[in-house]
């Protein structure tokens, strides 16, 4: 482990401790919470932190014994006073009595409460607000990705405002999407799970077919194979098949070439704590369609997209019958998009909240 640097920052002469984020399982997974970890551990170094990558278990959030025993251990393994940045995924559900053994400068990284995961039983829900009520009383800060989640742990976690710090996700600018598609084309950019709600989705699809339009799903098919098997039992059901493909992951230049090409974006979830991929369409100037759930309603500017309330697929429907049929209104939503997407945080902004959040968490 590097030694502590002497350097001058924005608040003078300090000692700049090395910080070591503890991250639960494959760091190169492609969701919005992973993207977030590796795009604040390339920024950090320009704040005057010095990021490392500590890979925990990929047993969290249900961690076995042993995944408790090797987290243990890693702990152990830190001098006292280290500066931890633990993701949420896993510090909510490391016991109390476990961080306790240690005497560790301790930020949480929370995207959202682990009970807002949905698709939970009302036994795992409690279980998670306790578990994540008692670790947040332990760390010197918390960051949250989203005011929505700064409220929630704040109301209902007992988190200290003056603990709580906001560092909603940096966005790249990109080029305007051209929509020039003669059959308009819908995307969504999620991993096939409950909380993102292809199961609402695809009935709502099913609706529009006296309009021109194709729809591309991108995103992992292998987190939760039961919710893909529905998603795909329901595209035959529908007989969608000519219209709705499931592309699986795509990375960099596919995944810009997936936004540059579409002409609207839709997610239905059921929650967000942020939603990079919305940040994503509007940074590409796409009118949205989602869901007013979780920060959605934060994320998604009400001149930029239509956000019709979650498990409602005769409500996303309409909204997208409306963006679909009225070439105007789906401009005029477009522009508004394009302009809100040059506004957005960029990802040395989000470097440097969270290193004020580390800078306060110091003994």
């Known amino acids: 482990m590097r030694s502590r640097r002497t350097r001058r920052t924005f608040r003078g002469i300090r000692p700049v401790p090395d910080v070591w984020f503890a991250i639960p399982g494959d760091i190169s997974t492609l969701t919005g919470g992973y993207a977030y970890a590796r795009r604040l551990m390339q920024a950090l170094p320009a704040t005057g932190w010095f990021p490392h990558h500590l890979p925990l278990p990929a047993g969290f959030p249900n961690p076995t014994a042993d995944d408790l025993a090797a987290t243990r251990a890693i702990l152990a393994a830190l001098p006292p006073e280290t500066p931890v940045l633990a993701d949420g995924l896993a510090y909510g559900a490391i016991p109390r009595a476990l961080l306790e053994e240690f005497e560790l400068s301790l930020t949480a990284l929370v995207h959202h409460p682990l009970a807002e995961e949905t698709g939970l039983s009302e036994s795992a829900v409690a279980q998670f607000k306790e578990s994540e009520r008692a670790a947040l009383r332990l760390a010197q800060s918390v960051v949250a990705t989203s005011r929505h989640t ?20 940096g966005t790249d600018r990109a080029a305007r999407a051209a929509q020039t598609n003669t059959v308009p084309k819908l995307l969504t950019v999620a991993t096939l799970t409950h909380r993102k709600a292809h199961d609402v989705l695809i009935p709502a699809l099913a609706t529009l077919i006296d309009l021109p339009w194709t729809s591309v799903l991108v995103g992992s098919q292998d987190l939760d194979p039961q919710v893909t098997r529905k998603v795909q039992d329901l595209i035959q059901e529908y007989k969608l098949n000519d219209r709705v493909t499931l592309v699986g992951e795509l990375r960099n230049a596919d995944l810009e070439a997936a936004y540059a090409g579409a002409d609207i974006f839709v997610l239905p979830s059921r929650h967000e704590g942020y939603g990079m991929v919305f940040a994503e369409a509007l940074a590409h100037g796409l009118p949205i369609v989602a869901c007013a759930a979780g920060a959605v309603t934060e994320t998604v500017p009400a001149d930029a997209g239509l956000l019709v309330p979650p498990d409602d697929p005769a409500a996303l429907a309409a909204a997208l019958r409306r963006v679909l049929s009225d070439q105007a209104y789906r401009q005029k939503l477009s522009d508004a998009a394009w302009a809100h997407g040059q506004a957005l945080p960029t990802w040395d902004d989000t470097a440097a909240f969270v290193a004020e959040a580390l800078w306060n968490a110091l003994p």
């Not at 700064?150 to 996700?169: C, F, I, K, M, Q």
């Open 150 to 169: 700064v409220e929630t742990l704040a109301r209902d976690y007992g988190v200290s405002r003056n603990h709580l710090y906001l560092a909603p996700p």
